[in-house]
């Protein structure tokens, strides 16, 4: 016998609002329990940038460790492969166009392949993902779990193809990005990463690249329900006006529900280990009167079948009393701090790519406040590389004259990455 | 048990639809108007047909529509009872989340021709669910002793109903120690007398429209004027946020010091009206002649207790409010 895992559903918001007003803000802190549940099966596609400019031997030999540090840590039975990107895709691993299971056979004979791996050609990144999805569709398991690595841009197809395989593959796999080196570009990894419901984060020495690429294998081993969807009932003209992962990194999930029926919004959030992820909504509602109660929004937690695993309410009353309506929850108020945060660091930073060092210093400033107001601790340190801090507190801060790529894209690739609540901040 | 057509005072045996005197109907023993008391422990929610906002019919487990999200009222939210000589609304307001508020009232004396009146009305103190507990159950208590209890005279008998209303609330919690205000009333067709605890008051409101003096215990009364001046309360208007914030100084409840209430007896000269109100009420309409403007322009003691609770709504609904009003004499309305 299997327990179905069950999941808490904890809202955090003011209920309270003004006479007119219609729309109620809440964070939706979500986690599973630890249940006997078995483990879901699971398929697993590592895909190699191997474009010209990995031949650096020091970069294609760390990816190659990687990779095959990756494999080591696959669970056997596992379905898994390999493939090599490039202009084009082509199986490193197995040779034909399907999935192998792991076992000590196939470890061996995937490392091997793996090291007879050459270098060359251009980077076409949405061709890659569209193989990965070809395999882990055909799989039909779970948990269906890709790592992308690259170190360069996107350079040999136009945008519009990868953003294209972006919108078809939401929701088919979830696709951990990793860029090493300098020479790629944050904001495409970000984008694959955010639509594939996966991290992103740089590795700056190629030689971390296998114990980064072990602890991602391991964590898609350890997810335990696949295919969760949160689905938000609103009441009759009323809508989901905003939804974000906030905890614990920040992704957009605005604008990619689905509508099942009219007044439920479905979200996927891909698979989940035993952990907690939190959500800010925001829900435009029509006002009702003062001393009206009205359910906002319902949230359920649910699995690929549809079934119902845990449940939240956002409860919206309209009151007169500006000491009810004018309170701030304190969870909400932090989490808008941190997408402020994360906002303002994106922002300095593209404002210091274009020279305007103004702007650059007074977004860079505020996220320097902004970071210390929060107690957000690897925010602060990170900044502190890219500028001189006069007076954390008020974001007094002038631009450093000289800061490393590895710096600056650190900060950048990190910017979506919040910390909880500290309660001694509050 | 047998009793009496209302029309004709023909003996009348139990069960019957029609008086074999004079062939009026009889009153339905189920029905509200020949309720003999309010129900203990308070209403129960009506089933109904949809959503109060939108009629949608389907509504989830907690009260919340299914489609409008608008949550169906609470049966505390607005209570009314119509005994015919008495008649009680409360309503929980536009601010606070429940209705701590809570009234009890019932008629002694033949079915059909009640002669004597009693009520209680209590005030929860706190924002704990167990405030309303609290009302509610020496509201009960408090009736169910002056019905039924054993002690002879009206004010011997009042001050009975007081201590087994504070039983009764001891009784809910020893952890959260709940408490809340009192006062009971015995409206004979003679005199009224009014038994109280805490700021929840009573007013004589004089049918002519008349303006009174305030009045001393055993006296006769004629001009609208509060029977219940209790030094101890606050004496603010809810509206006023900084004097709003008061102690109760006498209440009952667990940890209460002085439990036996203050009594006033009073001979009306004339026909008019009890009120007794929490201060939902008279936080905002405080003089006995505002109350009577209200009262004087209802055309049932119904009418008076809803336009009342409605009109303390109007003014911000700060708190719960509940209202019950008695006609003196205590005589059924013409039907």
Redesign the interface.
Known sequence: MTTEPHFTVEIAHNRYLAPGAGEIDAVINVATTETGARLPTAAQVIMLDCSASMYRPSKLAAAKRAASAAIDALRDDTAFAVVAGTDQVAMVYPEAPELAEVDEHTRAAAKEAIDAVQAGGGTAMSQWLQLAGELLASSRREVRHAILLTDGRNTSEPHADLANTLAELRGAFSCDCRGVGTDWEVGELREIADALLGTIDIVAEPEDLAADFRALAENAMRKMVPDVTLRLW?????EVTMLRQVDPTLVDLTGHGTKPQP?LTDYLTGAWEHESRAYHARIA?TP?G???????CRIAVLDGDGTNLGAG?V?A?W???PA?YGALDTQVAHYTGQQELAEAIQAGLDARRVGDLDTATGKLGRAVALAEESGHTDASRLLSKIVDIDDSARGQVRLKPTVTAVDEMTLDTRSVVTTRMHRSAG | MNGQCPSCAEQVAEGDMFCEACGRRLPDPHSATSMRRTPVGGPVLAPQQGCAGCEYPMIDDDGFCLRCGRQQPLARDRMTYDLGLVCGASDRGLVRDHNADAMAFGLAGLPGRPRTVVAAVCDGVGSTAMSDKAAQVAADAAVGELLEGAVNGVRPRLLAAASKAADAVVALSDVEKPSTTFLSAVITAREITVAWLGDSRAYWIAGDGSRGEQVTDRSSVTGSTCLTIDHTARNALLTDEASAAHTLTRWVGADSTDLRPQVMTVTPTQPGMVVLCTDGLWGYLKEPETLATYILGSRSTADAVSSLVDAAKAHGGRDNVTVVAVPFPPALERQ
């Open positions: 609103t009441p009759q003209h009323a007044q509602l009702a003062v001393g009206e109660r009205m359910l906002a309410k409860l009353t009151t007169d009393d009810r």
